[in-house]
Each structure stands twice: as C-alpha cells, then as structure tokens.
C-alpha cells in the first residue's frame, strides 16, 4: 500500500487538516495574552468580553451569507481566502495600539474560521480515500478541536518563555500560514464542477417541524458547551490571575487547552458510545464540569479548574458531536445544510452571547459571582435538555 493511492489520499487528508489546525489555532492565540492586552491599553473585563465576542459574530455572518460558497466557486479559493484572513488577523494583532486593532484582529479571526469551518471540514473528508470516512471525519474533528486547543498553548509558551509576548506568537502564526498556503496550492481540488461566485446565495436558517423535538435538546447542549468553552477562553485567564495569583501565561494557555484537547477525546468516543447515549453522557458530562468550575470559583482551587476544563471538555465533545449527527439524520435532504447551519449558529451564539453577559456582571457584581451565576444559568439549560433526552425515543437516520 506505501505509495499506492489510498497512501497518497491520507496524506492529502493529514496536510489539509494540518491546514484546517493552524487557521483554528490563530483564532484562540489570543486567549492567554488579554491580560498583557489590559495593561498595554487599560481596558476592563467586559471589554475583554465584548473583543472576544466579536469573533463568534464574525462567524455567524460568514455561515449566514457564504457558508456554501465552497460548494460553488471550489474549496482551495474559500480555503485561500480564509487563510488570507488569518494572516490579516494576526497583522491586526501585532499594530495592535489601540482597542480597535483588537476588534479588528477577532473580526478577521472570526471570518478565517467561518469560511473554513464548513469547507476545510468537507475537503479533509473528500481527500481521503473513500472506505476511509470516520477516519477522515475524526481527522477533521481533531483538526478543528485540536487546532483550537494549540492555539492558547503555544501563545502562553511564547509569552512566558520568550521575547516579545505580544509579537512572537502571531509572528509564528503568520509563518505557519505561510506554510499552510504553500500546503494548499499542491493539493488538488475536489469540486468538480464550479459556478460563479454570483451564484453564491446567503443561507438562511431553517427548521422544518419534524425536526424540532430533536433539535432543542441537541441545540441547548450545543449552546452550554460553547458557552462554557467561550467562557474557558476569554475569563478564565483573568480568574486565574485575580483569585489564584497564576499570573503564567504558559500554565494559563494549558488549561485552556486541556478543554479542547478533552473535546477531541469526546468526540472520537461517539462511535464506540452511540449517538443517543453520547448527548446524553455529553449533558451530564457539562453539568459535572459546571459543579467543577462553580467550586473552583467558590474554593478558588486551580485542581478544580483543570478538572472543569476536563470533564466540561469531553463533555461538550460527547454532545456536540451526537447532536450533529442526530440533527443531520432527522432532517430532510433538501434542508440538511440549512438545519445544519442554524444548530451551528446557536452554538456560536452560546460562545458569545453568555460570554458578554459574565463581562457586563463582573463590572457589577465581580468576576467570582459573575461566574457563578453564568454557571447557575447554564446547569439549568443543560438539565432541561438531559431530561429531555431522557425521555423521549432514540433518533433514527433517514
């Protein structure tokens, strides 16, 4: 086989995922640096909050008008396109002077992932071999979780071991999208027949009435795992820093890590668990990594914090990868992709909306009981839908 096609097509899928991981990556760089952002410009936490937040809108917008753009025009110029972004993104960040070259930096970052969510997602599937689909689905899996996990860790490496923390990391990442370019231009492309860029029509979020009893559960569950990971990444620096005196960046960048790294592993448990039980395990899972964080915060214990990130992690993977396929089974074909998108625009509206609300508390209330609160709203939203779960009929494909 060394040398034969399939060989040939896993590696094609391993470097488009590579590609896939450095963009993801250069959207949670930021992460562990907001502190050092704060000093070098006096802002608060709810602006840290809103600037984080800015990222998920810009993803929304892109799933919204051009999230099918790739199926039309080809994915290596979607894919080119979402990597110009990023290196924009990471330019931003390196003027970054002013508040506004922040704003600017996750509005870009957020473009960059909303253009290769879905593409990047469909090439890595496409280039492998064809036997080869829940490999190459994990491969993408782990691309977009893992990628987005390596972001925050190498960023808090950088900061604390070597010059320049506000500068050397998005130096690095703009290298490696350099690579990654070079990467895509010797792949080939995988859609055959290719329209204009004109043709390209926004999609707009639908949800036939069939699909509705499966799709509130799987899309609260959704909602809390990115919620808590949004939270993860955008405060949980802050906390660490205020309540715990961790004031390295590389330890900060870990724990954030851990959360993504654990969503993988959860993910990758699908097939063996089942999806049913999978959303299920997924919401228990998030409730336990909520009661992990809410004693962390109220004991103030960093072992509780890493254990949050762990167990929230792989549950928030269990979940969001049973309710895809659930969603995506219950639907009908002709309305697959805009069902699809619309439990992807709750999700990234659970990584911003609450993640704002936490910012606006905590100038009132404080971060510790901003958390909690943020945590008690949450536990309520994911019991709902693990009841929910429990009592209704497993899903079956059409």
């Not at 998030?286 to 254990?307: E, K, M, R, T």
């Amino acid at each position: 086989m060394n040398g034969g096609p399939d060989s040939r097509g896993w590696l094609a899928c391993c470097l488009s995922g590579a590609v896939f991981a450095v963009c993801m990556a250069g959207t949670t760089l930021p992460t562990p640096l907001y502190s050092l952002y704060q000093d070098e410009l006096g802002f608060s936490e709810l602006m840290v909050t809103v600037v984080y937040a800015v990222y998920a809108f810009g993803v929304i917008g892109v799933l919204l008008l051009a999230g099918n753009a790739s199926d039309a025009i080809g994915r290596r110029p979607v894919l080119l396109v979402g990597l110009g972004c990023a290196a924009a993104s990471a330019v931003c960040f390196l003027c970054a002077t002013a508040l506004g070259w922040l704003f600017a930096g996750r509005l870009l970052s957020g473009l960059s992932a909303g253009l290769f969510t879905g593409a990047a997602t469909a090439y890595v599937m496409e280039l492998a071999p064809r036997q080869g689909s829940s490999r190459a689905s994990f491969v993408a899996t782990a691309a977009n979780m893992g990628g987005l996990g390596c972001g925050p860790l190498l960023a808090g490496i950088l900061a604390q071991y070597a010059p320049w923390p506000l500068h050397l990391p998005f130096i690095v990442h703009l290298a490696l999208v350099a690579v990654s370019v070079l990467i895509l231009l010797g792949l080939r492309e995988t859609v055959a027949e290719r329209r204009p860029l004109r043709t390209v029509r926004p999609q707009r979020p639908g949800l036939p009435p069939e699909v509705r009893a499966v799709f509130r559960p799987a899309a609260l569950a959704s909602f809390v795992g990115f919620a808590l990971f949004g939270v993860f990444t955008s405060v949980s620096p802050a906390f660490l820093s205020e309540f715990l005196d961790v004031d390295n960046h590389a330890v900060s960048g870990l724990i954030v890590a851990l959360a993504f790294f654990a969503s993988v592993a959860g993910q990758s448990a699908v097939g063996r668990i089942g999806e049913q039980r999978s959303l299920s395990l997924g919401c228990a899972g998030l409730l336990g990594g909520l009661v992990l964080l809410a004693a962390a915060i109220w004991w103030q214990l960093l072992p509780l914090i890493v254990l949050s990130a762990i167990l929230g992690g792989a549950g928030q993977g269990l979940a969001f990868r049973a309710a895809l396929s659930q969603v995506a089974s219950a639907s009908p074909a002709d309305r697959r992709a805009a069902v699809i998108s619309t439990l992807f625009v709750v999700a990234y509206l659970g990584i911003s909306v609450p993640v704002i609300g936490v910012g606006v508390l905590s100038d009132h209330i404080g971060l510790q009981d901003a958390g909690l609160v943020f945590i008690a709203s949450m536990a309520v939203l994911v019991t709902w839908a693990g009841l929910h779960l429990l009592r209704r009929p497993a899903v079956k494909g059409r």
